[in-house]
């Protein structure tokens, strides 16, 4: 059985130390954490309500809690690429967990990332991904009210499904992802939505991003769209392959992510002072 998405829950005895760059054994029926380690960001793997979810954890510095963000990886996969987004927002001051969809696989060409999106089940990347915003929320430095979710290409896609499908997600960023046509599935997004697209792109159109954020704003959702001129698909991964990086736009579209988190998740979230 699938934990529920509520904001507020009991906890689970997790672990709060520090997690090493080795792979770690994280057992939820147990409650144990098997070879711990001094650094601040590596993989697990873990067994929740008897199914698996691995991923990377990157934490930050300080006491207390935090917010949280789910990294959602491209179609290559959890790669080196994407541990960096997360590391970057846990130098930010969240705790991000780049959930890994394909388990363990990572292509290294687009032939086999085709392959390996087109092997996976939206309602098992969806399921995957609230079982990462369970696990968030389970721990005891994540403020549960603050968790969003980011996501590029592949990912942007299932970002935007993860928040209609979890009223937790406080946030969702969408980099050039498909959007959602469901009104249902609009009407129930409790999320504010940050988006960032290429003026270049053919999936999604420029078309098709100004029509969602038409049917946002017509649902009263809160959203921020921006397209990039002259920017393609996957323009802010200094590693695209078909070398439509772009420096300036990809450092605009990560400023903006880390301020509408800053706005959405810490500012909403900071606790307040006992008086």
Sequence with gaps: MMLRTEIRRPRRNWTA????????????????LVAPSTADAGMIQM????????????????AGTHPAVIVVHEWWGLTDWVK?????????????????LYKGKVAVDSETAHQYMSGLAEDEA?????????????????????????GWCMG??????????????????????APITDPKAIAGLQ???????????KGPSPEQVQEFEKALRAAGKKADFKIYAGAGHAFANINNPWGGYREAEAKDA???????????????????KKR
């Design 254 to 272: 990560w400023n903006r992510t880390l301020a509408f988190f800053g706005q959405e998740l810490k500012k909403a979230s900071v606790p307040k």
């Design 126 to 150: 969806v399921a995957t991904l609230r079982r990462a915003a369970d696990f968030l929320r389970s721990r005891d430095d994540v403020r549960a009210q603050a968790i969003g979710v980011v």
């Design 191 to 201: 999320a504010a939505v940050l988006g960032n697209f290429g003026g270049e792109d």
């Design 47 to 62: 067994t929740l309500n008897k199914q698996s979810l691995s991923g990377y954890l990157a934490l930050p510095k300080g």
């Design 156 to 177: 942007g896609r299932y970002s935007i499904r993860l928040a209609a499908a979890d009223p937790g997600i406080r946030a969702c960023v969408i980099y050039y992802g």
């Design 17 to 32: 130390s520090a997690l090493g760059g080795a792979w770690l054994a994280l057992i939820v029926s147990g409650s144990a």
């Design 84 to 100: 960096e987004q997360a590391d970057s927002l846990a130098a930010s001051g969240y705790i991000a967990f780049a959930a890994d």
